[in-house]
Structures are given as structure tokens and as C-alpha cells.
């Protein structure tokens, strides 16, 4: 009897694939977000306090060499920014898919287990104690920031395993104490006495999100990192695929459940940290993007990682265009714009689902 049960689990959940998938082909929305993403790339460079004809980008952009005045604005100021705002739209939006998969829950995001807290203090720490160090062309704040969301990731593991009996829920509960805790701490550095006001001006900046002009070198470095991690997640993907159907039935078919969950949180916990190195604590991102793309094409993780990858790029570098020119010269941080964008947004993709189980 049990093997008849199991052998109809996969049959079901194929019934329910092959439906969400029929919706839109993969492929092809996959290009459509391609073809998207390259034209906000050009559209972000070509506005900015200094309008550029789109035609000049282009030229640009294709031949370097023999580009004019507009080289230094492109190069220089804008096209670093883009690029950032790309890969941090791609690293949270990963994250997303990947917690989502690894919880069951679609509410699960990339600060799901704490990591928010240890990055604010680290750039807290980085911002207030040390703000003229760097390490390899990074700012202390940004370094700090990646080193917190790791060790954070890490501490929140070690406290949900010391227990002898590991349990999602502990993993949970751990990670909303520590960075809730993590959290509390940064608040000593804002009421410090010694606290400068453009300290604390930065630091609100980056706790909302605040996309800056990262170097060449630093996008060099991070690029890859985020590249190779998304890389690594497809075959995580795959398993939370099965992991999906139920722990039980997934050991019997041969996956190794807690492998799957450590792969899924090493992954997601280095796409946080790179994220949050480049752009702040940025919400929405890693929530948003994965929902909406899994109305589109279905809830295959393994053709969902992707298609979230690119559509996250694609999304934050609008919503930081429209966060630098909208209230020109003042410039909000993104963060508060996916906020602000991403609540409606998500209100509404949660009344989709709820009547699409009732259906």
C-alpha cells in the first residue's frame, strides 16, 4: 500500500506541473525577461540628471573607444550602479526561491533567518567605528555587512542543531531571535551620544537600502560570486522539487534531506551577504518577484531560479531608476520604493492565491 500511495504522489503533482506550466512556456518567458532586462539596463544608463539619447548609450556601450563625453557618465557613474542594482535584484530574488522551497512557505524571504540583524550591525560597525578602512577596494561597512549575514546564518544553525533534534521551526524561531536581538544592538550605535548626524544619516540610508556606485573591481568581484552561487542552486532546486511531495517520501527516493537543507542555506545565505554588501537591507525583492513569477510559470524550482534571477535584476534596477530621478536631486533609497511598491503588490498576489484555492 505504500507503494502505491507514493507512486501516486508524483502522478498528482505532474497533473498540477504540467497545469501551471502550460501557462506560459518557460522558454520563452525566460527571453521576454532577457530581452527586458537588457532594455532596462540601457534605459537606467541613458537618465539621470544628465539625459543621454538612448542611440548614444548604445554607441557607447558598443564601441568604447570612440565614445565622447558621454563615456565618463556612463562608465563611471552609471552603468557600475545598474550593474549592482542587477546583481543584488538577482541575488535576493534567488534567495527567495530558494527559502521558499526550503520552508514550503511562501512568505519565507531572504532575512527569513535573521541575516537582516547581522548585516545591520556589522554596517553599523563599519559605518560608526571604523568608516575610512576598506578591504579590497570595499568599504569597512560593506565587508562588515557581508561578514554579519554570514556568521549570523551560521550562529542561527549551530542554536537550531544544539538541541539534538533538528526542526524547521527551530531554525525559525532562532533566526528571529538572533536578529532581533542583532537588531536591538544597532540601536546603541544610532542613540551613542557620540553619534555623528551624517553617520546616522548614512546608516538610515543603508538600513532603507541605499544603492551606491560601486567600483569596477567590486563589481568584478562580487559578480562571480553571485553568479556561481545561483550556478550551484540549480541542483539545490532540484531537490526542493522533491523535497515538496514530503521528507519521507523524498529519503525514499533516495534524497538526503539534511544535505538538501544545509546546500539550500550555505547557498541563500551567500546571496544575502552579497546583496546586502552592495545595496543595504532591501525588501520586497526576494518576496515579490518569486510570486509573481510562479503564477506565470508554476512552481518548478528548477525553471523558477532562473526566471526569478533575471526578473529580480530587471526589477530593482527600475525601481533604483525611479528612486534616483523621480524626486530629482533628492534621492530616496530604493528599499523604501520596493516597500512602498512591493505591499500592494503582494496584498494582491496573496488575494490571487486565495482564490485560486478556492477554485
Avoid at 181 to 195: C, D, G
Avoid at 236 to 254: K, W
Wanted: proline share 4%; net charge positive; glycine share 12%.
Amino acid at each position: 500500500m505504500m507503494r502505491a500511495s507514493a507512486r501516486e504522489k508524483p502522478v498528482a503533482a505532474t497533473g498540477g506541473q504540467a497545469k501551471l506550466d502550460s501557462r506560459i512556456s518557460t522558454r520563452t518567458l525566460n527571453l521576454v525577461l532577457l530581452a527586458a532586462l537588457l532594455l532596462a539596463m540601457v534605459l537606467a544608463t541613458a537618465l539621470g540628471a544628465v539625459r543621454l539619447p538612448i542611440s548614444e548609450v548604445l554607441r557607447t556601450l558598443l564601441h568604447p573607444s570612440r565614445a565622447g563625453e558621454a563615456h565618463d557618465i556612463i562608465f563611471g557613474l552609471r552603468l557600475p550602479r545598474v550593474v549592482a542594482a542587477a546583481l543584488v535584484g538577482a541575488a535576493l530574488s534567488a534567495t527567495g526561491v530558494l527559502f521558499q522551497g526550503l520552508f514550503r512557505n511562501p512568505l519565507a524571504d531572504p532575512f527569513v533567518l535573521g541575516t537582516s540583524g547581522g548585516a545591520a550591525l556589522g554596517g553599523a560597525i563599519g559605518i560608526f567605528l571604523i568608516p575610512t578602512l576598506s578591504f579590497a577596494g570595499f568599504s569597512a561597512t560593506a565587508v562588515l555587512a557581508f561578514c554579519g549575514s554570514v556568521l549570523t546564518m551560521i550562529l542561527v544553525w549551530y542554536l537550531a542543531r544544539a538541541s539534538g533534534r533538528f526542526a524547521m521551526e527551530t531554525l525559525l524561531l532562532a533566526g528571529f531571535a538572533i536578529g532581533t536581538m542583532l537588531n536591538a544592538a544597532t540601536v546603541v550605535f544610532e542613540l551613542h551620544e557620540e553619534a555623528s548626524n551624517s553617520g546616522l544619516r548614512v546608516l538610515a540610508a543603508w538600513l532603507h537600502g541605499q544603492l551606491g556606485i560601486p567600483t569596477w573591481s567590486q563589481v568584478g568581484l562580487l559578480a562571480p560570486l553571485v553568479g556561481l552561487a545561483i550556478v550551484l542552486g540549480l541542483p539545490v532546486a532540484g531537490r526542493l522539487n522533491t523535497l515538496a511531495l514530503g521528507e519521507e517520501y523524498a529519503e525514499q527516493l533516495g534524497v538526503h534531506v539534511g544535505r538538501v537543507r544545509v546546500a539550500t542555506v550555505i547557498v541563500g545565505s551567500v546571496l544575502t551577504a552579497a546583496a546586502v554588501s552592495l545595496g543595504g537591507l532591501i525588501g520586497f525583492v526576494g518576496l515579490l518577484v518569486p510570486h509573481f513569477l510562479r503564477i506565470l510559470i508554476g512552481p518548478n524550482h528548477v525553471r523558477l531560479l532562473p526566471a526569478a534571477a533575471i526578473g529580480g535584476a530587471t526589477f530593482l534596477i527600475l525601481a533604483d531608476t525611479f528612486a534616483r530621478i523621480a524626486f530629482a536631486p533628492t534621492e530616496i533609497p530604493v528599499g523604501v520604493f520596493t516597500a512602498f511598491l512591493g505591499g500592494p503588490a503582494f496584498l494582491y498576489l496573496l488575494n490571487h492565491r486565495s482564490r485560486e484555492s478556492r477554485q
